[in-house]
């Protein structure tokens, strides 16, 4: 019984930076692993990150490897995405979803993941 909204979402120029922030509220945080996802219009969903609970396990997709970075506070509750060196390419809604920890604590799944935040837009153009 998770809720989960992210923010952070906008334009930026090739080469820029944004900052993605997944709010994190109701009960079992500790209990998830948490993923972010993109999809852009006509492309299939694509997972971005993956971070266990403790944070000791994390993934990339190879687009955005040595790019983003993906942390977790659970004292905060919260999940960060930072986005370097942008690129259009990056240009899709972003969601942060959290895998169903009866399926795994350390793989992130979308058809795993019970809940989803209502997505972000980002927007990577001169």
């Known amino acids: 019984q998770l809720q989960l909204v992210e923010s952070g979402g906008g334009s930026v120029q090739p080469g820029g930076s944004l900052t993605l922030t997944c709010v994190i509220s109701g009960v079992g945080l500790d209990w998830h692993a948490i993923g972010w996802f993109r999809q852009a219009p006509g492309k299939e969903r694509e997972q971005v990150s993956c971070?266990?609970?403790?944070?000791?396990?994390?993934s990339y997709a190879d687009s955005v490897k040595g790019r983003f970075t993906v942390s977790r506070d659970n004292g905060k509750k919260t999940v960060r995405l930072v986005m370097n060196t942008m690129e259009p390419e990056d240009t899709a809604v972003y969601y942060c979803?959290?895998?169903?920890?009866?399926?795994?604590?350390?793989?992130?799944?979308?058809?795993?993941?019970?809940?989803w935040g209502p997505g972000t837009q980002v927007t990577v153009s001169s």
């Open positions: 971070i266990s609970p403790s944070g000791s396990m994390i």
């Open positions: 979803a959290a895998t169903d920890p009866t399926f795994s604590s350390y793989v992130c799944d979308a058809k795993e993941s019970a809940y």
